[in-house]
């Protein structure tokens, strides 16, 4: 069974960081990789930042390119998505999920990808 915990949201001020933290058991990030999405209100969810398993090769949307950075730490199993730079249009719902399979074929960046979520955490920012 699969499980996904984010932690680390929050209230910020625009300007200012948060590190965001997803703590998996059941799939290994190494193997699998992994994805940040996120969700305003009234919008759909998008993609905001992944990596591939093997090799870490890493993909970012261009709304956070150069100010959010997607990490990993193997022997925790827990990837990371550190935002800087906090913009109120960062507000939304941030989930983490992981691909149903290791293929290097799959699109990162779309949500069919991923059969694995986990439950949100709010970041809020504001001007």
């Known amino acids: 069974q699969v499980q996904l915990v984010e932690s680390g949201g929050g209230l910020v001020q625009v300007g200012g960081s948060l590190r965001l933290s997803c703590a998996a058991s059941?799939?290994?990030?190494?193997?699998?990789?992994m994805g940040w999405f996120r969700q305003a209100p009234g919008k759909e969810r998008e993609f905001v930042a992944a990596?591939?398993?093997?090799?870490?090769?890493?993909f970012y949307a261009d709304s956070v390119k150069g100010r959010f950075t997607i990490s990993r730490d193997s022997a925790k199993n827990t990837v990371y998505l550190q935002m800087n730079s906090l913009k109120p249009e960062d507000t939304a719902v941030y989930y983490c999920?992981?691909?149903?399979?290791?293929?290097?074929?799959?699109?990162?960046?779309?949500?069919?990808?991923?059969?694995?979520w986990g439950q949100g955490t709010q970041v809020t920012v504001s001007s």
């Open positions: 999920a992981v691909p149903q399979t290791t293929s290097w074929l799959v699109d990162l960046k779309a949500r069919r990808t991923y059969d694995q």
């Open positions: 059941g799939r290994t990030f190494s193997s699998y990789g």
């Open positions: 990596f591939r398993g093997s090799g870490g090769i890493t």
